[in-house]
Structure formats: structure tokens, C-alpha cells
């Protein structure tokens, strides 16, 4: 089988609070899509990506990667979810049910190919997802009189952060993600769905720098993990 990648880059990263996606903000004078299609598209396993952009994204044209031919566009969609409904959907005809679809977000600048090697390297059905296990003391928060007080500390152990890349089958992922919008349930990862579908995928460590940006002091520290070298 094969692997794909798919990126999902149609969001409009709200909690940002800056003038444009997120995916389009500087680090050192390049866009952060630029630096995760470095990653991804210098990893000898991919041939060719899925980008998924949102219909009026003025931004890509200026990309450094913007005629680059490995790269097959899709359209975005309402949620995550329909945004890598879309991006599956062009793959039709290229990838078939077996080959593995590598769904990683494009916030997601800082991933190392020794974290894909890691990941790819123990694949296995029904999937596997990076992930970093939970290093801090865990609270579950109620409601009282306005405040968010503490209702009880959650066990830890067996709790982790889900990353991406998550990697699962091109056939079973299309279905567990359309089983979940036909019964309307929101997920915000691939993982979710095939949860949703009985499946237990594989956690995989991954390296705690491969951060989503997600807040303005995230641009600081993902240039900061930037510049020191990919491996
Ligand atoms: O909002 P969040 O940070 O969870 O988004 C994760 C990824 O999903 C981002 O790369 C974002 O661009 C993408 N996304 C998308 N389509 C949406 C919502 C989010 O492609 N409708």
C-alpha cells in the first residue's frame, strides 16, 4: 500500500486573533504552510499531498509551493470533518480502499520524519495516531455561581494529548467520517470517528514540539522549534 497525505488547511484559526488563517502567518518570512509541506513533501514515502483550502483563500497564490505538482487541491468544508471528506474525496481514483491516508494539520509545522518513521513503522489495522502522553496533574472543571471551580482531579495515567499525523486505511476512514455526519456527532480528530465505528487505534509517542499553533505565543515557540535542525 501507499501513503497520502492529506492536510487539512481550511480553518479559519478564530482563537488566533490575527488578520489572516493562521496557516498563513509569518515565521521568519515564510508562510507556516510553507514550513509543514516541507515536512511532508520531503518525506520519501509521499509522493504527492492533498491540500484542503477554503474556496476564497486569497493567501495560497503567494506560497513558495503554490505550482508545485505533487500537490492535489481540494475544497473545504463546515467543519474539519467536511474538509477531509473533501480532501479523501479527491483522491478518489489515485488511492485505493487499502493504501494509508496521512491526515496531519497544516498548524502542525514543527513534525519530524523521525516521527513519521515512528508512526508509519508500527502501522498496523485499524490505524495509528502520533500522541504525547499527559505530563500535567488533570482537572475536570463544573460551573458554580458563574466560576469554573474543580470537581474532581482526573486520573492521568492513561490520558495523552492526540497529535496528527493520524494514518488510517483510505476505505475505512472515508466511511467512519461519513457515519459520523449522517448521525450529525462532532469530531475534531480522524481518530473519533473510527472510535465511533469500534476501532481502537494505536498510539504512538510522538515528540512533544510537534505542536499545533493554535494562540499568538505558539508562533514564538514553533520558531524557536523551528530553527533548530529537521530530522
Ligand atoms: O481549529 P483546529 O485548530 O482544530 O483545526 C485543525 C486543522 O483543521 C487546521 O489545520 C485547520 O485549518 C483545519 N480545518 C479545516 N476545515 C475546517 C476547520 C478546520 O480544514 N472547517
Redesign the pocket.
Known amino acids: 500500500p501507499r501513503y497520502f497525505p492529506v ?9 488566533m486573533q490575527a488578520d489572516r ?3 498563513y502567518l509569518p515565521i521568519q518570512g515564510r508562510f507556516l504552510l510553507d514550513y509543514t509541506l516541507d515536512a511532508i513533501l520531503s518525506y520519501p514515502a509521499f509522493e504527492q499531498a492533498v491540500l ?3 474556496a476564497d483563500d486569497p493567501y495560497w497564490p503567494d506560497s513558495e509551493y503554490a505550482a508545485d505538482e505533487r500537490i492535489i487541491r481540494a475544497a ?9 471528506l473533501n ?1 479523501l474525496a479527491a483522491l478518489q481514483g489515485i488511492a485505493t480502499e487499502q493504501d494509508w491516508v496521512v491526515v496531519h ?4 509545522p514543527c513534525l519530524r520524519h523521525s516521527d513519521l518513521d515512528a508512526l508509519l513503522g508500527q502501522l498496523a489495522d485499524p490505524g495509528a495516531i502520533l500522541a504525547s502522553p499527559t505530563r500535567d496533574t488533570m482537572k475536570r472543571g463544573v460551573l458554580r455561581d458563574g466560576c469554573v471551580v474543580i470537581d474532581h482531579t482526573v486520573e492521568r495515567e492513561q490520558l495523552w494529548h492526540a497529535l ?1 499525523p493520524q494514518v488510517f486505511r483510505y476505505g475505512a476512514l472515508q466511511q467512519a467520517l461519513t457515519a459520523c455526519l449522517a448521525q450529525d456527532l462532532s469530531v ?2 480522524e481518530a473519533s470517528a473510527m472510535e465511533q465505528q469500534g476501532y481502537q487505534p494505536l498510539l504512538v509517542a510522538g515528540r512533544s514540539d510537534n505542536i ?1 499553533v ?1 494562540r499568538r505565543e505558539d508562533l514564538a515557540l514553533a520558531e524557536l522549534f523551528l530553527s533548530t535542525s529537521l530530522s
Open positions: 492536510l487539512p488547511a481550511a480553518g479559519v484559526g478564530s482563537r488563517p493562521k496557516q484542503v483550502l477554503s473545504g468544508g463546515r467543519e474539519r470533518c467536511d474538509s477531509v480532501g494539520d497544516i498548524a502542525r496528527t475534531t480528530d499545533k493554535t
